[in-house]
């Protein structure tokens, strides 16, 4: 399986992006697709998750502005990233998880800076 991330980049607070990560190879059909982020001296951190049941899981510091969705034919899931703020500035990365296997996957990162 191998993910490739797209978007990324530099706004300012208050701007939007949006990131898209496509998934190609032998993907499990049951899986979670989702976002992980990583700033600078700090640990990796779940942002967003989607199922390919449709459902999703945020972290509390993006609920609200920030969107997942997903479209299982083409094994593609978008985060829409509104209203942002300095401290969402990191490195973020894909992620796709087999629901039954726990096989997890991981795209490359891509930066995202949000000036002040």
């Known amino acids: 399986v191998q993910l490739q991330a797209f978007g990324g980049g530099l706004v300012q607070a208050g701007g939007s992006l949006r990131l898209s990560c496509a998934a190609s190879g032998n993907i499990f059909r049951r899986n979670e697709m989702g976002w992980y982020r990583q700033a600078p001296g700090k640990q990796r951190e779940l942002v967003a998750t989607i199922r390919s049941s449709g459902s999703t899981n945020y972290a509390d510091s993006v609920k609200g502005r920030f969107t997942i969705s997903r479209d299982n034919a083409e094994n593609t899931a978008s985060l829409q990233m509104n209203n942002l703020k300095p401290e969402d500035t990191a490195v973020y990365y894909c992620?796709?998880?087999?629901?039954?296997?726990?096989?997890?996957?991981w795209g490359k990162g891509t930066l995202v800076t949000v000036s002040s």
């Open positions: 992620n796709l998880r087999g629901l039954y296997s726990g096989i997890s996957y």
